[in-house]
């Protein structure tokens, strides 16, 4: 019988599909950096008590229990935004592209899993018997806009199935880290809203598989859902997913590109381009004055998420893959080796935008410690980027001189 490989060849449409996704996030990443430094220096400035007003200043109609602040508007209304490009990359995934074949998904769904669990685990470790330990969500998710960045940056020599392996553990983490959210991190619910919200969500999902395509339909009940979904008290964010899950990923025999094609090209860019680059803008602002680097460096909770993000990610993502890769007797596709599925573990350790966003879900009503989360998750991702490109331009090195060819391991 032949063994089952993973990360072989992969079709036109998906290397297309790809190619524009990198586009995208490389870009975003840049912003992102950009963003955050930004953020900082602001925090740490004469402009600090401008930025830190600026982020609570209310705007919204209070009628429909919208009057949010600003900082609030980001995370909620932007990263929704985010979010949906994560939900029209799954329903891509699973119908078209390298989630579409159980056999082949099992990997890299996998590793994903195993992404998540053992920086989890590290972070509980640290954190047990304290209150911090609720922020146990926070190292789980990898910034896909960074780690692409990272990856264009110095990775441009490794085969091209990496990239894709990438894009997939990031967008399954994301899953993960949504549904997270929603059971974790939702302290009480409004089941009338909720269930007004869930109406009209299957409206938007029955309205896409009968092939309607009227904006005028789609836009405001969208929009209402995400309405309907705040006000019930679960993360409004998780709309965003949802709706993108129910874009139509295949065409008819009358269209040249389908919804979700269509879509992705409206949405990704705004969210790659505005609303991530802006919620880091008005997350990432840490005061040294309220939260000294001293206070971060005996963090039990601080040591959790540096250590989950820059050590649990790669350990879970290469081992958990080697189990299920061994287990069904598989083998990797021709020029990959697992260095480079290590050196990709490395890189999904770069956590950001979800990571902030789980910090102000967990630590709310705790400033100094969601300061402490912030500086961490901060800290994590620039060593984890800065192994990722040392490992990276080493596995390129090795892929441009066929080394692996000549030999093998």
Sequence with gaps: ???????????????????AVIKWETLSGVLLLVAAVAALVVANSPLAADYFALREIHVGPAALHLDLSIHAWAADFLLAIFFLVIGIELR??????????????????AAAVGGMIFPAAIFVAFTAGTPAVAGWGIPLATDIAFALAVLALVGKRLPVELRAFLLTLAVVDDLGAILIIAIFYTASVNFVSLGIAAVLLAAFAVLQARGIRALWLYIPLGLAAWAFLHDSGVHATIAGVIIGLAIRSTRTATEHHSPAERAIHVFHPLSAYIAVPVFAFMSAGVSLATTPLGSVASSPAAWGIVVGL???????ITIVAWVALTLFNGKLGDGVRWADIAAIGV?????FTVSLLIAELAFADQPEALGISIAAVLIASAIAASAALVFLALRGRRHAAGYELRNPV
Excluded at 14 to 19: E, G
């Design 310 to 316: 820059v050590i649990g990610k790669p350990l879970g």
């Design 347 to 351: 890189v999904s350790g770069i956590g």
């Design 92 to 109: 891509h995934e699973l119908t078209v592209g390298s989630l579409n074949d159980r056999s082949a998904a099992l990997v890299p769904v």
């Design 1 to 19: 019988m032949r063994r089952p490989q993973f990360l072989t060849r992969l079709s036109q449409s998906t290397l297309s599909w790809i190619a």
